[in-house]
């Protein structure tokens, strides 16, 4: 079972909305990265945080952004929402370093209607 | 073009078969290479990870990279029906912060 949990599972926004996404890392991982995975696409990187800093960001726009907190759960919020940001939104953590052994939670299935 | 190439599939097997994926990168500067498995509804699921070329197994996976053609292949041996699934390869730098992703094949391996 995954050590990454994600809240919610499901949201339904309207366009011009804002949303906040949260995720809670697995135990002793201090790095983590959020994703975008639209439909019958790959993960897509947004940006990573670690040590509560912002450590690299994917072509995403400035209304995208992010928190990682001391004890490195994150939140990731987007503002003012298009239909084009509906997608599953995926939090990866892990121990920092070269190891690219990511795990992944569940995501959040995000609509903007 | 884009950084890594996989082909969506959908591929269908019987039980029993044999499978093979795969993907080609375009940047050399990729040095880590994985595979993940995402179950409908999940987040992908860290299967394989390697970051030299070769073989490398883990019961019945099997992935494999070549990093002079700059390709990357996963076998499965021994297909169950468990394992209908997507599969995306990932590669990642030396050094780097992001993973970048294929767009997934769409396995179904049926009884």
């Known amino acids: 079972e995954t050590g990454v949990t994600q809240s919610p599972t499901h949201l339904i926004k309207t366009r011009g909305q804002q949303v906040t996404l949260r995720c809670s890392s697995q135990?002793?991982?201090?790095?983590v990265s959020w994703y975008q995975q639209a439909l019958g696409q790959g993960p897509q990187f947004i940006f990573q945080?670690?040590?509560?800093?912002?450590?690299g960001r994917g072509n995403f726009p400035p209304r995208f952004s992010g928190l990682q907190f001391p004890n490195y759960s994150s939140e990731l919020n987007v503002n003012a929402l298009e239909l084009d940001d509906s997608a599953l939104y995926l939090c990866?953590?892990?121990?920092?370093?070269?190891?690219?052994?990511?795990?992944f939670g569940s995501g959040t299935r995000l609509t903007v209607v | 073009q884009k950084e890594v190439e996989q082909d969506p599939g959908p591929l269908s097997v019987p039980e029993g078969a044999i499978v093979s994926l795969n993907c080609t990168y375009s940047?050399?500067?990729?040095?880590?290479f994985m595979w993940y498995r995402q179950y409908s509804r999940k987040g992908p699921e860290l299967l394989m990870y390697?970051?030299?070329?070769g073989n490398k197994e883990d019961g019945r996976f099997t992935a494999q990279v070549d990093k002079s053609s700059k390709y990357i292949s996963l076998f499965i041996r021994d297909s169950q029906p468990s394992d209908s699934a997507t599969y995306l390869c990932?590669?990642?730098?030396?050094?780097?912060?992001?993973?970048?992703f294929g767009t997934g094949t769409q396995l179904k391996v049926e009884l």
């Open positions: 940047n050399s500067a990729f040095q880590y």
């Open positions: 990932a590669v990642g730098r030396r050094g780097g912060n992001k993973l970048t």
């Open positions: 390697t970051y030299s070329s």
């Open positions: 990866a953590s892990n121990g920092g370093g070269l190891n690219y052994g990511y795990t």
């Open positions: 135990s002793g991982h201090n790095t």
């Open positions: 945080y670690y040590r509560e800093e912002e450590n």
